[in-house]
Each structure stands twice: as C-alpha cells, then as structure tokens.
C-alpha cells in the first residue's frame, strides 16, 4: 500500500509541475492562469498529504528518493511530448541512470 501511496504521489506531483509550467507560458493577467496554479497549488497539497501517508508504510530513505528520481523521469518524458523540450543523448542517459538507480533502490 505504501508504494501505491507513493505513486500517486508522483502523479500529483508531475500533473502540479506540468499545470505550472503550462500557466507559465500564458499572459500574466488571464483568469486561465490563476485556475492554472490553484489546481496545481491543490495537485501539489495532494501529493504532499499522500506521501506523508507513504512514510508510515515506507523507510524514509527509500521513499523520497523513489518520489523525486520517478518525479523527474516523468516530467522530464512528458515535458518533451507536450511542451517540445529538447531530447539529447546526455539526457536519455541521465534518465537511464536515475531508473537504474530506482530499480536498485526499489529492490533493496
């Protein structure tokens, strides 16, 4: 239960950091905007109450870990497909490395 917690958790927090990007490239003075980081702001609470959940299952060192590499796998895959980021060899190979890294530490 406490790793399902945990996944959750990294979808909240990699839907809140897409929204913000996302209403960071629109005008300054759009209602969309404000819409935008309140969802995200609530995406963001979401992910926070669920991973407090997560530790009473989990070792601390296990979880935040596997919350912040999976978080920056995510992002960094869908930040490429919605937002046209740029791909290169030294970041397929960092990713690479961080889901080797999660592999390892899930498994420990």
């Known amino acids: 239960m406490g790793y399902l917690l945990l996944l959750i958790a990294t979808v909240l927090n990699t839907a809140a950091n897409l929204l913000f ?3 960071a ?3 300054v003075w759009t209602m969309q905007k404000g819409w935008l980081f309140l969802l995200a702001l609530a995406l963001g609470l979401g992910n926070t109450l669920l ?3 997560s530790l009473e ?3 601390l060192g296990i979880a935040y870990p596997l919350l ?3 978080s920056i796998v995510l ?3 869908l930040s490429i497909l919605l937002f046209k980021e740029s791909l290169s060899l030294q970041k ?3 990713l ?3 889901c080797a890294g999660m592999l390892m530490l899930w498994r420990a």
Do not use: E, F, G, M
């Open 25 to 27: 490239a629109l005008p």
């Open 75 to 77: 992002i960094a895959v």
């Open 68 to 70: 912040s590499a999976s």
């Open 96 to 98: 690479c490395t961080i």
């Open 51 to 53: 991973y407090i959940k």
């Open 21 to 23: 990007k996302h209403a």
């Open 57 to 59: 299952k989990l070792d």
């Open 92 to 94: 397929v190979l960092a």
